[in-house]
Each structure stands twice: as C-alpha cells, then as structure tokens.
C-alpha cells in the first residue's frame, strides 16, 4: 500500500467505511468522509468514470454516479484540486456496482389489468422495463431513494397470459436484471 492508502485504511479499521454507502447503482448519491480533500472541487472517479460532484469539503464530498457502470467491484479515485502535483487518494476495491434486487412482490399472484408492486434495491431513478411470462407490462411508477437505493415499482398484469407460474424479470438501464416467480391466476 502507498502513503495514502496506509492512513486510509486505518481510519476504514477504527470508524466504518469512509464510502457511504459501499455499494449501489445508477443514481446513487455516495458520500466520502476523511480528510485531505482540499476546499476546492476536484474529482472523483469510480473505475474510471467521472462522478458528478454534488458537494465539496476539505473532509466531506457527496457525488452522485449517472452513467452505468457493469455490476461488479470499483476503485474509488479522489482528485484534490489543490496542491499541484498532490497524489491522488485512491480506495482499492471500495464500491460495489449493484444490479436490480427483487426483495418482493405484493400481492404474490393476481390477474390481467391488476396493479402489483415490487420492492427491492438498486432498480435506479430511470424507468427500465418490466416483463411477465415475457409480455412487456405497463409501469405505473418506477423510483430509487438515492442515498439508499430502497426501490419501487408499479406495474400492470398484462392481458393474455396462461394460468399459472411466469418468470416476472425487473431489468434496469444497462446494468442488469433479476427473476422472481409470479403466478397469474
């Protein structure tokens, strides 16, 4: 490990993460404590995507990821703007890119036109697409709290679907889905 990281580490030992949260999607709103950053904005990178910086202190920055990014395991680069020549700080392997979570489904069965919810994790702000027995379904509602990536969606049982159990896939803007069963009845 290099200077920064060694300091790093030992305040991710004693106090918790200084990425907040560790893990998440498109549109979420991360937070970094520590120190060093500097007063003026500089950058933060996941991987090697830019985020966009919605806060900027000497020990606090809140940036939000827009772009999707492959579900998998990132670096995290904090660029200071001051100090020229000041090496940038760099947490290795420290932000989870998460792809949809279905947590569950209410009711757990129902008919052509009734209106169902799903609630999960990570689904994103941007409405992505819904599909039963692989019929596209009418979405009432699509939302992500960004600083917890709790999310919710509302759909619409599509008509002409058999009796019976039918794969329900949540798929989200270019970072992945997930199946749970549902049975229509």
């Known amino acids: 490990m290099g200077g920064d990281d060694s300091n790093h580490l030992g305040v991710l030992l004693l106090f918790g993460s200084p ?32 985020l966009k910086i919605l806060s900027w202190s000497e020990d606090s920055i809140l940036a939000q990821l827009l772009k999707p990014l492959s579900p998998g395991i990132y670096d995290v680069t904090v660029q200071p703007k001051e100090s020229k020549g000041a090496s940038p700080i760099v947490f290795h392997d420290s932000f989870s890119v998460r792809s949809p979570d279905i947590g569950s489904v209410e009711p757990q069965s129902g008919s052509a036109n009734d209106q169902i919810t799903i609630q999960g994790l990570f689904f994103g702000t941007k409405k992505g697409k ?27 049982v599509p008509k002409r679907l058999n009796p019976g159990t039918h794969e329900l896939i949540v798929t989200t803007t270019k970072v992945g889905s997930d199946t749970i069963d549902f049975t229509v009845d």
């Open 19 to 50: 990425i907040s949260p560790m893990g998440g999607t498109v549109d979420t709103e991360i937070t970094f404590t520590g120190s060093g950053f500097g007063a003026k904005k500089g950058k933060v990178l996941l991987g090697t995507v830019g």
């Open 130 to 156: 819904v599909t039963l027995g692989g019929k596209s379904c009418k979405v009432l509602s699509w939302t992500m709290v960004p600083t917890t990536e709790v999310s919710e969606i509302r759909f619409v």
